[in-house]
C-alpha cells in the first residue's frame, strides 16, 4: 500500500457520459497531480493541485476538469468521453519535486 | 517541453544476465528519477539522483547521472524474474511544478 488510494480500480462507460476519478494523497502531502497512460503514448502528465489550488496544466483536455478539496483529496472529472479516453489514470502525490511521487495503483477507464 | 528519450523499448534477457537500460535528453535537468511499474499498478520511486556523475547502488541495481545532468543509466546484475517490469527515468518540468516521463523500457526476465 503506497498510501495514495484511488478510486474506483475499473470503470467501464459509454461514450459520452461523464465519470469523477477521486484520489486521496499520502498523508502530509500537499500536491497531487494527475496524470493518463495509455500504451502509445506513455505517462501523460494533466494537472497538479497543491493545497488546494491549482499549480501547472499539462496536456488536459478541456473537457476534463479537476479540483482539490480542503481535505486535500482530489477528484479528476472527465466528460463527453470518447473512445480514446480509455487509458489508465493515476493519481501521485508528493512533498517536494526532489523527493519523487508516490502513485497510486490506478483507474482503468474503459470507454465504449 | 523537455523531452527524455529511453532504450531500449523492449529488452528480453535470461535470469542471470547483466544489462543496461539508457535515458537521455537534449537538456539540463536539476535532477531525475527512475521508476518501476508493473501490471496493474501504479510506478514505485526507485531512485533520485541529483549531482552530475553520481552513482547510487540499490542492491543489484546501479544508477548513474551523465557529468552534464542530460543522461541517465540504469545497470542490473545478474537480473532476477522478479525484476520483470517497465523502468520509467522521469525529471522535473522546466517550472519545476511536475515530473515529465520517459516513455520507458519494458524488460522481461525469463527463468
Known amino acids: 500500500d503506497s498510501g495514495v488510494t484511488q478510486t474506483p480500480k475499473h470503470l467501464i462507460t459509454a461514450t459520452g457520459q461523464r465519470v469523477t476519478l477521486r484520489c486521496s494523497p499520502r498523508?502530509?502531502?500537499?500536491?497531487v497531480y494527475w496524470y493518463q497512460q495509455s500504451l502509445d503514448q506513455g505517462l501523460q502528465f494533466l494537472i497538479q493541485y497543491y493545497n488546494g489550488e491549482e499549480r501547472a496544466k499539462g496536456n488536459i483536455l478541456e473537457r476534463f476538469s479537476a479540483q482539490q478539496f480542503p481535505d486535500l483529496h482530489s477528484e479528476l472529472n472527465l466528460s463527453s468521453l470518447e473512445l480514446g479516453d480509455s487509458a489508465l489514470y493515476f493519481c501521485a502525490s508528493a512533498r517536494g519535486e526532489i523527493w519523487g511521487y508516490t502513485f497510486g495503483s490506478g483507474t482503468r477507464l474503459t470507454v465504449v | 517541453t523537455q523531452l527524455l528519450e529511453q532504450s531500449p523499448q523492449f529488452l528480453s534477457i535470461q535470469e542471470g544476465e547483466n544489462l543496461t537500460v539508457y535515458c537521455n535528453s537534449s537538456s539540463v535537468f536539476s535532477s531525475l528519477q527512475w521508476y518501476r511499474q508493473e501490471p496493474g499498478e501504479g510506478p514505485v520511486l526507485l531512485v533520485t539522483?541529483?549531482?552530475?556523475?553520481e552513482v547510487k547502488k540499490l542492491k543489484r541495481l546501479t544508477f548513474q547521472f551523465g557529468d552534464a545532468r542530460k543522461d541517465s543509466s540504469l545497470h542490473i546484475t545478474a537480473a532476477q524474474t522478479g525484476d520483470t517490469g517497465l523502468y520509467l527515468c522521469a525529471g522535473p518540468n522546466y517550472n519545476n511544478n511536475d515530473m515529465r516521463f520517459g516513455a520507458g523500457t519494458r524488460l522481461t526476465v525469463k527463468p
Open positions: 539522483v541529483v549531482t552530475g556523475g
Open positions: 498523508s502530509g502531502d500537499l500536491s
